[in-house]
């Protein structure tokens, strides 16, 4: 009535209507709950939507200690393990291109992080200590499309209990995010459905 506009959630609402994203994410949550509760660490899934990382899905890890992400949060992609995994597998103009439009100081990665990143991809994995939070440590795997390209990483922020032992280690808990992301991947649910 006023000629005045006020921001809503309206946006993020119809992003998480439409189809693709929400088949992955209805797809990936059961996958992602049975890790959560395997580990007792948290679970995110990221995209790379218009030049940014976002997480569009969260399990909290079932315990009352959690390290936790939010949906809808934007993640970057040089200092995470997700943006190292989009950026690992991303061919080298699509890595330009991510950088570029992500306002970095410019299109050329470091040759030290470019090694990292070649290393990434031939391991199928990203495992580092978190550039946000000290003692944790980010974990995080590829969910393949069809034809093989990224199109969402599931991550964890693992993080060790000091009041008792975990019941699972970093290293069964990133086998396990690696095959929960083979289990979300559409890539792989096809390879399954035609064998």
Not at 77 to 91: E, R
Not at 106 to 123: F, N
Request: glycine fraction near 6%; aromatic fraction near 4%; charge should be neutral.
């Amino acid at each position: 009535e006023e000629d005045r506009y006020t921001l809503t959630l309206r946006l993020f609402e119809l992003a998480h209507r439409t189809p693709p994203l929400r088949r992955l994410i209805s797809g990936a949550l059961p996958l992602m709950r049975a890790f959560a509760h395997e580990t007792e660490q948290e679970c995110h899934l990221v995209t790379y939507d218009r030049n940014m990382l976002v997480v569009v899905a969260q399990v909290d890890a079932p315990g009352h200690w959690s390290v936790a992400i939010r949906v809808g949060a934007h993640i970057d992609l040089l200092d995470t393990g997700s943006g190292h995994v989009f950026l690992a597998y991303a061919t080298p103009l699509e890595r330009t291109m991510m950088l570029r439009d992500a306002r970095l100081d410019g299109p050329v990665i470091p040759s030290a992080v470019a090694r990292h990143l070649d290393r990434v991809r031939s391991q199928g994995f990203e495992r580092m200590p978190s550039q946000q939070i000290h003692g944790v440590t980010n974990i995080a795997v590829p969910v393949l499309g069809p034809l093989g390209s990224v199109i969402a990483a599931v991550s964890s922020a693992y993080v060790p209990r000091l009041d008792r032992r975990n019941p699972l280690g970093i290293d069964d808990s990133l086998a396990r995010l690696i095959a929960t992301a083979a289990a979300i991947s559409p890539a792989e649910r096809t390879e399954t459905a035609t064998a």
